[in-house]
């Protein structure tokens, strides 16, 4: 079993992952997840050029171009993971999740219908037990493929890390016209969504008084199956970012537990 996971868990490299698959990882918010990269290998693709991403700067030439990217075809994606649940299942690895992220943002693959619709076969028919999560950073969730595809998800994850559009401009610089109020508004309308946030302070701070406020709002509009909130603990793009202890964390969880009546968990660097 440890022979399988190390085999696996080599094709993440330098912040981004070098293949289809990686993992798994056990972590407190998924259990052992495999993770499923749909975007190319060797290059980050995404809507926002977060200073904190762990993957390292967004290019904006590729994104703007993404005809010309060299996809993992559909086929190609659904191979891949059939291949490696057989194999976990095969060492007698135990799995809870199938995760697609990866290198940006997963929602921007031209076939992403179909790779979730593919993905909920094969966990119908290998892992029936099992749920498929979607993060996703909210920026195509008005496109019917997208919201289609995400029908076949169990939980889909949506990135909200602020509250006014002054600090999303800073901590997610959007590479296209995106507003935080369509990113809301749009999250609203996902079955089984889940908020995920993160804080941090330094260069970039979301962790002021009225910051909050107006992000509790915000989750209070979308009102979520459950919130997650977390900081940094990799290497960020952007020198300069500051992690918020857990214990300030802890108390910004508490403040929307009590005030949206809603399951909000904190998670550090071991979940």
Not at 60 to 85: C, G
Not at 111 to 139: C, K, Y
Not at 222 to 228: C, D, E, F, S, T
């Amino acid at each position: 079993m440890a022979v399988v996971e190390r085999l696996i868990r080599l094709n993440k490299v330098d912040g981004l992952v070098a293949g289809v698959v990686f993992g798994p990882v056990f972590s407190r918010r998924f259990g052992r997840s495999l993770g499923i990269n749909p975007l190319p290998p060797d290059r980050k693709l995404c809507t926002f050029d977060c200073p904190y991403c762990e993957c390292g700067p967004t290019s904006q030439r590729d994104s703007r171009r993404l005809d010309s990217q060299p996809f993992p075809r559909a086929d190609v994606v659904l191979e891949a993971v059939d291949r490696a649940i057989a194999s976990l299942s095969a060492g007698g690895v135990p799995m809870q999740s199938l995760t697609l992220t990866g290198n940006g943002e997963t929602t921007l693959h031209p076939e992403f219908d179909s790779i979730l619709r593919g993905l909920r076969a094969l966990r119908d028919r290998l892992l029936p037990a099992a749920q498929i999560v979607v993060l996703t950073n909210g920026t195509r969730l008005d496109r019917p493929a997208v919201r289609a595809g995400l029908e076949c998800a169990d939980r889909c994850v949506v990135k909200l890390d602020a509250g006014t559009e002054h600090v999303f401009q800073q901590i997610n610089r959007p590479l296209e016209p995106v507003t935080l109020d369509a990113i809301t508004e749009a999250a609203s309308g996902i079955p089984r969504v889940i908020v995920q946030t993160l804080f941090v302070r330094g260069a970039v701070d979301n962790t002021a008084d009225g910051e909050v406020r107006a992000w509790m709002d915000r989750i209070r509009r979308i009102a979520p199956r459950g919130v997650q909130i977390y900081s940094l603990d990799r290497r960020p793009a952007q020198a300069g970012l500051v992690a918020v202890p857990r214990a300030d964390l802890e108390q910004i969880a508490e403040r929307l537990r009590q005030q949206a009546r809603l399951s909000v968990d904190v998670y550090g660097n071991e979940d």
